[in-house]
C-alpha cells in the first residue's frame, strides 16, 4: 500500500508519500480501506520527533480514519464487509489501509461523509473523556474552553452546551465567531485581553477548565477557578514552566488539577470510553445536535501544506486528508 512516510524529523517538508506494506489484522480486528483521515496537534509533535508513539503502534502518522471495511478476522461478529466507519487508532492513519479493533468501531451516521466522519473520533473523543469522565461537568457549571477554536476545543464546546452548562472560550480575534456558532456564551480575545482580568471583571464562576496552554496560563487558571474547581489539561503547548503560581489555593480551593491523554491509555479503556460514547452521545450526531467541525480538506498529496497550516495554528476546526 502507499502511505505517509517521513524521511527525517522536522518540518511538514520531511513528509512523503511512499510504498509500504499493507498491515495485517487479527481474529478480533478488521481491515480499512481509508477514504479520509484527521490532522492532530499530535501528528505535527510527533513528525518533529517530540510526541513517539506508544509501544506496539504503527511509526506512521495520524491518530483517526474513516472507511470501509474490506476484511475481517475469523471472531469478528459485530461488523461485516463494505460497513462505513470512524474509528481513533494508535498510529497508521495516514495511508491506504489500517487495521483496528471491531470494538473501536463508530458506525458512519447514512448521510455523513467520510470526511466529516474523519473529523470526530479524536476530538470528540478526548472531549468527551476530559469533561465527562475526568472534570463531571454539570449542567449548572461554567467552563473554561481554552484554544476554542481548535479541534478539541469545538467539540468540548458542544459537548458542554449538549449538557446546558456555560461556556467561556479563549481565541483570537478571527476565530470568535466559529466559538460563538458552536455555542460559546462567552469568546475572550488571549491576544488583546487577560482572560483572568476579564473573567474576574465580568463576575464570571469558573467551575471546570479545559487547558492546552499550561507554562504562563496555570497561575492564572488557578487564581480564577472557583471552590471546589476542576482542571484537565491535555497539552502545555505554552511551555513546562509555570510563573510564580499560587499552589496553596488548590488546597484552600479544594481544586482538582488533571493531566491526562488519551494515545497511551489502554485498549480497554479507550474501548470502554469509545462505547460509552456511542451509546451515550454520539446519537447527537443524527438529531444535528453535535456536529464535526471542519476548516479544510486536502488531498493526500498536500499533506505538507496541511502540516504547515497546523504548524501556524491557522485552522479554526479541523483539518482533513482525503486519501485518493
Not at 4 to 24: N, R
Not at 67 to 85: L, P
Not at 124 to 139: D, I, R
Not at 220 to 239: H, T
Request: aromatic fraction near 8%.
Amino acid at each position: 500500500m502507499k502511505a505517509i512516510q517521513m524521511s527525517d524529523f522536522g518540518g511538514p517538508e520531511v513528509l512523503h508519500i511512499a510504498e509500504t506494506d499493507t498491515p495485517t489484522y487479527k481474529s478480533n480486528e478488521v481491515l480499512v480501506k481509508v477514504e479520509a483521515c484527521g490532522i492532530n496537534r499530535a501528528d505535527s509533535l510527533q513528525r518533529m520527533g517530540m510526541y513517539p508513539p506508544p509501544p506496539g503502534a504503527s511509526a506512521i502518522l495520524g491518530l483517526e480514519v474513516s472507511g470501509t471495511i474490506v476484511a475481517m478476522g475469523a471472531m469478528v461478529d459485530k461488523w461485516k464487509i463494505g460497513d462505513r466507519i470512524c474509528v481513533l487508532i494508535d498510529g497508521g492513519a495516514y495511508a491506504e489501509f489500517v487495521q483496528v479493533h471491531e470494538d473501536m468501531i463508530i458506525p458512519l451516521i447514512d448521510d455523513m461523509s467520510f470526511e466529516e466522519g474523519a473529523a470526530i473520533p479524536e476530538v470528540f473523543l478526548t472531549a468527551f473523556q476530559s469533561l465527562y469522565w475526568l472534570a463531571k461537568l454539570k449542567s449548572d457549571e461554567t467552563i473554561l474552553v481554552h484554544a476554542g477554536a481548535s479541534g478539541v476545543g469545538t467539540a468540548a464546546i458542544q459537548l458542554a452546551k449538549l449538557l446546558n452548562a456555560k461556556v467561556v472560550a479563549t481565541a483570537s480575534s478571527g476565530k470568535h465567531n466559529i466559538c460563538i456558532k458552536q455555542g460559546a456564551d462567552v469568546v475572550i480575545d488571549y491576544k488583546t485581553t487577560s482572560f483572568k482580568e476579564e473573567i474576574t471583571n465580568q463576575g464570571l464562576k469558573i467551575d471546570v477548565i479545559l487547558d492546552f496552554i499550561a507554562g504562563g496560563y496555570f497561575s492564572d487558571n488557578l487564581d480564577i477557578l472557583s471552590l471546589d474547581g476542576r482542571m484537565v489539561m491535555l497539552a502545555a503547548l505554552g511551555g513546562l514552566k509555570a510563573e510564580n503560581p499560587n499552589v496553596g489555593q488548590i488546597v484552600w480551593k479544594r481544586l482538582t488539577v488533571m493531566g491526562s491523554t488519551l494515545r497511551s491509555r489502554s485498549s480497554a479503556y479507550k474501548i470502554a470510553l469509545t462505547n460509552e460514547f456511542v451509546e451515550t452521545i454520539y446519537p447527537a450526531f443524527k438529531n444535528g445536535k453535535l456536529s464535526p467541525v471542519i476548516h479544510q480538506i486536502f488531498d493526500w498529496t498536500q499533506v505538507s501544506k496541511a502540516h504547515r497550516m497546523i504548524d501556524r495554528n491557522e485552522n479554526a476546526g479541523k483539518l482533513i486528508l482525503k486519501i485518493s
